[in-house]
């Protein structure tokens, strides 16, 4: 195989191919491209983790000698974005690759053809829905958000449920303490279906959706893959059950929140440079119906406390969240106005945009003990002499299962 290529034109099929390509796993194979050149308008790139994998087809590709070969993704696309020249030259047979660009030849090994794995191939498998790609992207992003590292058992608290019904897709997420469900309409729908992927996967293909072009979703027992215009990505469905979502979720409201989201991220940002330092990774918020709020978190380093206006509906309350997690969800929810509303201080607490269904962000609150608790008289040049000696003999455990 022998090709001239444009530089910049190559790299951008490349870079999508390397994000897959590039692994954790110890092995040539897995950390490899394999090139697809029949003739000039028909190059493809592949590239798989054995859980996902991509096909995409390169441009800026003249073939000299056609071929196929498989190439290590780091050390060629190392040279590839080293080289400050346009058009170079890649020359490839069964044992090694040459590149050639404006005096510089570099060599690099080759990983046998039969080595690699076989890309799954849609060819068979039915479309289940058509939908915009930035539509998609933002949907995975939000319904995403609850998802946790990807755990053995039980296998969806590492994955999300696309669920296809109507004339709209769901993604759904959660870990146990809190839930995430984003919606988005569908441009066609041909047959509802549920499809439980894993989550980390799925997040990258966000990443690499923009635009108004459309993505297919193609689906059999055990792929689904995601078709653009000249991309095609696949991700291995997990086989477990998800959750019934919706019995979880409940409609008792004992307060109510209404207010800015950028304002109520940047208290909480601000809160959770103290929150963070302890293990629960504990804040509180202090509400009352005349409008007054009040978020804090202490540790034996020290307390923050930020004191702002809200519109609150219904009782007061005194309600503590993992800071990190309630912060995922108003990076979710991003701009606007939010509301938020509480069942209860051990009950679940739902987040949601202003007149709006499309994202709905449920989390549990935490368990509060005398420590996480900021005394009205606090004195503004408390110097926080609590030790540690001061702390209960075993911390609170942070929050609670759903």
Same mark, same amino acid.
């Given at each position: =195989?022998?090709?001239?290529?444009?530089?910049?034109?190559?790299?951008?099929? #490349?870079?999508?191919?390397?994000?897959?390509?590039?692994?954790?796993?110890?092995?040539?194979?897995?950390?490899?491209?394999?090139? &697809?050149?029949?003739?000039?308008?028909?190059?493809?790139?592949?590239?798989?983790?054995?859980?996902?994998?991509?096909?995409?087809?390169?441009?800026?590709?003249?073939? %000299?000698?056609p071929?196929?070969?498989?190439?290590?993704?780091?050390? @060629?696309?190392g040279m @590839?974005k080293?080289?400050?020249?346009?058009t170079?030259?890649?020359?490839? &047979?069964?044992?090694?690759?040459?590149?050639?660009?404006e005096? +510089?030849?570099?060599?690099?090994?080759?990983?046998?053809?039969?080595?690699?794995?076989?890309?799954?191939? +849609?060819t068979?498998?039915?479309?289940?829905?058509?939908?915009?790609?930035?539509?998609?992207?933002?949907?995975?992003?939000?319904?995403?958000s609850?998802?946790?590292?990807?755990?053995?058992?039980p *296998?969806?608290?590492?994955?999300?449920?696309?669920?296809?019904?109507e004339d709209?897709?769901?993604?759904?997420?959660?870990d146990?303490?809190?839930?995430?469900?984003?919606?988005?309409?569908?441009?066609?729908?041909?047959?509802?279906?549920d %499809?439980?992927?894993?989550s980390?996967? @799925?997040? !990258?293909?966000?990443?690499?959706?923009?635009?108004?072009?459309?993505?297919?979703?193609?689906?059999?027992?055990?792929?689904? #893959?995601?078709?653009?215009?000249?991309?095609?990505?696949? %991700?291995?469905?997990?086989?477990?059950?998800?959750?019934?979502?919706?019995?979880?979720?409940?409609? &008792?409201?004992?307060?109510?929140?209404?207010?800015?989201?950028?304002?109520?991220? +940047?208290?909480v940002?601000?809160?959770?440079?103290?929150?963070?330092?302890?293990?629960?990774?504990?804040?509180?918020?202090? =509400?009352n119906?005349?409008? $007054?709020?009040?978020?804090?978190?202490?540790?034996?380093?020290?307390?923050?406390?930020?004191?702002l206006?809200?519109?609150?509906t219904?009782?007061?309350?005194?309600?503590?969240? $993992?800071?990190?997690?309630?912060? !995922?969800?108003? *990076?979710?929810?991003g701009?606007?106005?939010?509301?938020?509303?509480? +069942?209860?201080?051990?009950?679940?607490?739902? =987040?949601?945009?202003?007149?709006?269904?499309?994202?709905?962000?449920m989390? =549990?609150?935490?368990? @509060?003990?005398?420590?996480?608790?900021?005394?009205?008289?606090?004195?503004? &040049?408390?110097?926080?002499?609590?030790?540690?000696?001061?702390?209960?003999?075993?911390?609170?455990?942070?929050?609670?299962?759903?």
């Amino acid at each position: =195989m022998k090709l001239e290529i444009k530089r910049q034109d190559f790299l951008k099929a #490349w870079q999508t191919a390397e994000k897959i390509a590039v692994s954790k796993a110890i092995t040539e194979i897995v950390n490899s491209i394999r090139i &697809n050149a029949a003739d000039n308008e028909n190059v493809t790139l592949e590239a798989t983790d054995l859980k996902t994998s991509v096909k995409c087809k390169a441009e800026g590709v003249y073939v %000299i000698e056609p071929g196929t070969a498989v190439v290590p993704v780091l050390l @060629l696309g190392g040279m @590839l974005k080293k080289l400050k020249c346009e058009t170079l030259t890649i020359e490839v &047979n069964d044992t090694r690759g040459m590149l050639f660009a404006e005096g +510089s030849k570099s060599r690099f090994p080759v990983v046998p053809l039969e080595a690699f794995p076989k890309i799954p191939e +849609s060819t068979g498998a039915e479309a289940v829905c058509e939908i915009n790609a930035k539509e998609l992207s933002d949907t995975i992003t939000e319904g995403g958000s609850a998802s946790s590292q990807p755990q053995d058992f039980p *296998k969806y608290l590492g994955a999300c449920l696309m669920s296809i019904a109507e004339d709209s897709l769901k993604i759904v997420s959660t870990d146990g303490k809190r839930l995430a469900v984003s919606k988005a309409m569908c441009e066609n729908v041909f047959r509802q279906e549920d %499809i439980l992927l894993p989550s980390n996967p @799925l997040k !990258e293909l966000a990443k690499q959706l923009s635009g108004d072009s459309n993505v297919k979703i193609i689906s059999d027992g055990t792929i689904a #893959w995601f078709a653009l215009e000249d991309t095609e990505f696949s %991700i291995r469905r997990i086989d477990a059950s998800f959750p019934d979502y919706q019995r979880i979720l409940n409609s &008792n409201v004992a307060a109510k929140l209404q207010m800015s989201c950028e304002d109520l991220i +940047s208290v909480v940002e601000r809160v959770d440079i103290v929150a963070r330092t302890t293990i629960p990774h504990i804040m509180v918020m202090d =509400m009352n119906p005349d409008g $007054n709020m009040r978020i804090y978190a202490r540790s034996p380093e020290g307390v923050a406390r930020e004191s702002l206006k809200a519109d609150i509906t219904g009782g007061a309350m005194q309600v503590g969240f $993992n800071a990190a997690f309630f912060l !995922e969800g108003l *990076k979710a929810l991003g701009s606007g106005d939010i509301v938020i509303e509480f +069942s209860g201080t051990e009950e679940q607490t739902r =987040m949601m945009r202003n007149d709006s269904d499309d994202f709905l962000y449920m989390l =549990m609150p935490s368990r @509060l003990s005398p420590m996480d608790i900021i005394d009205d008289e606090l004195d503004d &040049n408390d110097d926080n002499s609590e030790t540690h000696d001061d702390m209960p003999e075993s911390m609170p455990e942070g929050e609670e299962n759903f």
